[in-house]
């Protein structure tokens, strides 16, 4: 029986010692579980609830505590719960508690939470209602902090509405000051600016920084670029990220700490603004009034606020090029009328003289018929007529002259092409006359087209009297063609055929290049804008050399453009 009893104490030890293994291999795999479980929540930033309605009692994972960072020597409760709901959302989450705790039903909303320091959480509520065998209602849930989420939407909904007043060419500072709040507006105690490099680029000028104390932008509007300018200053000389934690502290700021320090700014993170060609255009910059390192939010936040900035400032810089150029080409093209106009001044004289010679003329053989003795009034009268016609002939002239040597921004309109052609053929006819020119025009009946009048008959003067200089030492007939015909693509073709001097093939494109000319002195730039003036009416300008003598130029103009599609 000793032995029997030896045996049974062995074997209860045994099952003892293995019921303790188990529970403490249990208790492990639970705590594991649990830690697994916390770590998981810390990560995806989800915590875990449970309420019961009907005594408010209240559980709360580690992770919901520190959503809203709360200790975890606290009794959560509802008065817990709505102390940190934003004001604003407090009527909402009272509502939707309330009707959970009556309906007894899931429910999922989401609100904001407004957090000791300032800043703004949004979190995600959801909750499965569960009933005990006593009929209350106890409910288990799940909070999200999904205030990143929100940023990300936030953002790229922002980027949007930028990338849209970019577009439709906004006021530049009216884009940077609506970027700089926009993303102020995502990380409380946040305070942005924008610097903008000068041409000459050394100095730095206020973009916006509505935000920032008047009197520090002030103070850091002109500053120059270096090694050692603060964070602004420096990242757009190095044209790299700087990240200063300590403005107090950082030797970056050693020129400029008095001027921060009054104002409490203690951190600032600057990244400069490059264009394409890595050229400096300025700089995006975050400031602190705590020192401080970047969040990879705010990280990602300033690379996007500084890819915004540099795309709205070069499209600026793009346009102030083009009104430039559209400025230069203007200022040469009127140059060209007046220089066209100095070749023709004897041609423009003797049209304008000719009336005005008859209309002296006329007015003295009216004096005579109205002074005799017996005055003769059909005479009179029918010389007044050819008077009022010849000063009327003159002012024409004189009209379309002035016409040509307007100065101004385009004006577009319905332009007859043919009523051009004949208000040029009327200028140069007598300078063709002079040098036994003959005229022909085969005009054909042709819509209107949307363009500039003046700019076209710029266009068709340059191009008339090129072919008059090319007919006047040669022999044999000289004659100048205008045809205009419709093309069957829509498109006004009109042509202009001298039997002057021809034109080589090796010059059919090189004269139109700016500053090419065979005139002893001719600008070499009547041509170039006759072409961009075509161009810019969406057609073509070219030239060939005719099969017999002499060359042709052609230009091609659409007919069915709307006003509101030209340039």
């Known amino acids: 029986m000793a032995a029997n009893d030896d045996d049974d104490k062995l074997l209860r030890s045994a099952v003892l010692q293995n019921a303790s293994s188990i529970l403490i291999a249990r208790q492990r795999a639970e705590r594991r579980s649990e830690a697994y479980l916390a770590e998981a929540q810390r990560l995806s930033h989800t915590g875990s609830f449970g309420w019961r309605a009907s005594s408010g009692e209240i559980i709360w994972s580690e992770e919901t505590f520190r959503i809203f960072q709360y200790d975890r020597t606290m009794t959560p409760s509802v008065e817990l719960v709505l102390q940190r709901v934003h004001p604003e959302d407090a009527a909402l989450v009272k509502q939707t508690m309330e009707r959970a705790s009556q309906d007894g039903k899931d429910f999922d909303f989401e609100h904001r939470l407004l957090m000791p320091d300032g800043s703004v959480k949004h979190v995600h509520v959801v909750a499965h209602a569960l009933s005990d065998e006593s009929g209350s209602v106890e409910f288990v849930g799940a909070v999200m902090d999904v205030t990143e989420r929100k940023r990300v939407e936030a953002l790229r909904d922002a980027e949007s509405r930028i990338l849209e007043m970019i577009a439709r060419d906004a006021p530049l500072g009216e884009i940077l000051e609506k970027l700089v709040r926009v993303v102020e507006a995502q990380f409380a105690g946040l305070l942005c600016s924008v610097l903008l490099l000068e041409e000459d680029g050394r100095h730095a000028r206020h973009g916006a920084a509505p935000s920032l104390p008047q009197p520090y932008s002030e103070a850091i509007d002109g500053l120059s670029i270096g090694p050692k300018a603060g964070s602004c200053g420096t990242a757009m000389y190095r044209r790299e990220p700087v990240i200063v934690t300590d403005i107090l502290q950082d030797p970056l700021w050693e020129q400029y700490r008095d001027v921060a320090e009054p104002y409490g700014l203690r951190s600032c993170w600057s990244t400069p ?295």
Request: charged share 25%; aromatic share 4%.
């Open 273 to 567: 603004i490059l264009a394409h060609s890595g050229k400096a255009l300025g700089s995006f910059a975050m400031y602190y009034r705590e020192t401080r390192s970047p969040s990879p939010a705010e990280t990602r936040a300033l690379e996007m606020a500084t890819h915004l900035a540099g795309i709205a400032i070069e499209r600026k810089l793009a346009r102030e090029e083009r009104e430039r150029f559209r400025q230069a080409q203007a200022d040469l093209a009127h140059i060209n009328r007046v220089t066209t106009m100095g070749e023709l001044t004897a041609s423009l004289a003797h049209e304008v003289n000719q009336p005005i010679a008859a209309a002296v003329t006329d007015a003295n053989t009216c004096l005579r018929w109205l002074t005799r003795d017996q005055p003769d009034l059909e005479e009179a009268r029918q010389a007044a007529s050819r008077i009022v016609k010849d000063a009327t002939r003159a002012a024409e002239v004189i009209s379309r002259t002035r016409l040509l040597f307007r100065k101004g921004t385009p004006q577009r309109a319905l332009v007859d092409v043919n009523e051009v052609i004949r208000e040029m053929i009327g200028l140069l006819r007598s300078e063709a006359m002079r040098h036994s020119i003959s005229v022909r025009t085969d005009l054909a009946d042709l819509p209107q087209v949307m363009g500039d009048r003046v700019q076209l008959q710029q266009v068709l003067l340059n191009l008339m009297t090129n072919s008059i200089d090319a007919m006047k030492d040669v022999d044999g007939t000289r004659e100048l063609i205008i045809c205009s015909q419709q093309a069957e693509d829509d498109r006004l073709l009109v042509s202009v055929i001298d039997t002057g001097l021809g034109l080589p093939p090796e010059q059919a494109n090189q004269i139109f290049d700016a500053f090419f000319t065979t005139k002893p002195h001719g600008t070499g730039m009547g041509l170039r804008i006759s072409r961009s003036i075509v161009e810019a009416h969406g057609g073509r300008l070219w030239a060939a050399e005719n099969s017999s003598r002499g060359a042709s130029f052609h230009l091609t103009l659409p007919i069915k453009v709307d006003a509101h599609e030209m340039p």
